[in-house]
Structure formats: C-alpha cells, structure tokens
Nanobody, 124 residues
Framework: QLQLVESGGGLVQPGGSVTLSCVAS????????MGWFRQAPGKEREPVSC????????IYMNSVKGRFTISRDNVKNILYLQMNRLNPEDTAIYYC?????????????????WGQGIQVTVSS
C-alpha cells in the first residue's frame, strides 16, 4: 500500500520548536519532489516548503523563511520539516506530499501522494 505518514505534531508554546517527519511506505521518495503544505481552520490549504529530489533546491513560503527548514533522507525514505520560532499563525494541519521527478515547486496538482495530515497547535 502506498502511503505517507506524518508524525511529530502536537501542542507547542509560542517561540518553541517542533520537527515533523513524513515516512513513505510502498514507494521510494528518491528523486521525487517533496512538499509540506498546511491548512488552518477556515482557510484553504497553502504551501509551506518544497524540496527537489536531491535536496539541493528548496523553496519556502515567505512567512516561514528563516524559521522552517525542509530536509530529506532518501536512504531512510523520510521527509522532515524543522519548525522554529513558532507563532499562533502557524497553527494548522500539516500535510506532506510526494510529487513527480521534475521539480514543480508548489503546484499542488503535480503532487501524487498525500499524507493524512498532522495537527500543530501553537498556543500558551
């Protein structure tokens, strides 16, 4: 069965940090574009960050630049999102997604596989 499973979310205090992980099973993440997206209550899903197949190209949404870091381990088949200096506006369900072998950035239509999402709540 092809699936992506996120972990690492939860309740975090403002200014705190958390790292999300996304494990793939049933297929290899190697060479695929990978991305993190999020959806806050009452809002549409939006991109957060994406990374190309070899990890050398990364894109971040402006609001998370300098605070979030996307990375990947193609051997372990895992995608990560390190999130620092979190604020309440970062509260959302975070989804990882796997795309194709061309780097297509934040075009959600090009992502073939999606995780079920994991809640991150930033609150004191």
């Amino acid at each position: 069965q092809l699936q992506l499973v996120e972990s690492g979310g939860g309740l975090v205090q403002p200014g705190g940090s958390v790292t999300l992980s996304c494990v793939a099973s049933g297929f290899s993440l190697e060479s695929r574009t990978m991305g993190w997206f999020r959806q806050a209550p009452g809002k549409e899903r939006e991109p957060v960050s994406c990374i190309n197949g070899n990890g050398r190209a990364r894109i971040y949404m402006n609001s998370v630049k300098g605070r979030f870091t996307i990375s990947r381990d193609n051997v372990k088949n895992i995608l990560y999102l390190q999130m620092n200096r979190l604020n309440p506006e970062d509260t959302a369900i975070y989804y990882c997604a796997a795309g194709g072998f061309n780097f297509t950035g934040f075009d959600q239509a090009t992502y073939d596989y999606w995780g079920q999402g994991i809640q991150v709540t930033v609150s004191s």
